[in-house]
């Protein structure tokens, strides 16, 4: 059973770096096509992708974050990690991590989320 | 980026009642589109990906359908367990996009 843990500060102040870790325990981070990523969720509001990773290090990032994201990842540790920077209260919400697995049909490759960590608040406030 | 629509936002509905949600996109996706479930206080589970495939373990009454930029997601018999929230969301293209979410009430 594959399971995913977030872990990180639950509370941040404005300016700072927002800092995750997603623990990832069943079965070995760099196995298969699979991709690894964060979601976040405003408290009572909908969800945003923030971005992805693959065990080898090619990122693909949400444009409205990108130029305050960073994922990473470490292969030895079976992790891998968000840091945003310059947070604002706007970037309070529920962060999840998440694996993304590829299916092959004949329309192509399909991409869609079947793990997902518990999610972890995060406030951002003075 | 690819916008998302769905519709309703919210609906009241009794067990046992067939439930349709709505998911359009503002361009083509093919069928490039996953539908999640979330019950409060917890992470979104997947329901439907590629359309209308549904991931072992998830009841046979749930139903995906659509291409292009028109969606439905079917419960045929709503049961007590199905009062959730309800996300599609599409693979199509970076960045990845979710609609604002339907959650389904009890009447």
């Known amino acids: 059973q594959l399971l995913l843990q977030e872990s990180g500060p639950g509370l941040v102040k404005p300016s700072e770096t927002l800092s995750l870790t997603c623990t990832v325990s069943?079965?070995?981070?760099?196995?298969?096509?699979?991709?690894w990523g964060w979601i976040r969720q405003p408290p009572g509001k909908g969800l945003e992708w923030i971005g992805n990773i693959s065990y080898s290090g090619t990122t693909y990032y949400n444009p409205s974050l990108k130029s305050r994201v960073t994922i990473s990842v470490d292969t030895s540790k079976n992790q891998f990690s968000l840091d945003l920077i310059s947070v604002t209260a706007a970037d309070t919400a529920f962060y999840y991590c998440?694996?993304?697995?590829?299916?092959?049909?004949?329309?192509?490759?399909?991409?869609?989320?079947?793990?997902w960590g518990q999610g972890t608040l995060v406030t951002v406030s003075s | 980026d690819i916008q998302m629509t769905q519709s309703p936002s919210s609906l009241s509905a009794s067990v046992g009642d067939r439930v349709t949600i709505t998911c359009r996109t503002s361009?083509?996706?093919?069928?490039?589109l996953n539908w999640y479930q979330q019950k409060p206080g917890k992470a979104p589970k997947v329901l439907i990906y590629?359309?209308?495939n549904l991931p072992s373990g998830v009841p046979s009454r749930f139903s995906g359908s659509g291409s292009g930029t028109h969606f439905t997601l079917t419960i045929s018999s709503l049961q007590p367990e199905d009062f959730a929230s309800y996300y599609c969301?599409?693979?199509?293209?970076?960045?990845?996009?979710f609609g604002q979410g339907t959650k389904v009430e009890i009447k």
């Open positions: 969301q599409q693979s199509y293209n970076t960045p990845l996009t």
């Open positions: 590629a359309t209308s």
């Open positions: 069943g079965d070995s981070i760099s196995t298969g096509s699979y991709f």
């Open positions: 998440a694996r993304q697995s590829r299916t092959s049909l004949i329309t192509g490759h399909h991409y869609y989320f079947d793990y």
């Open positions: 361009q083509s996706i093919s069928t490039f």
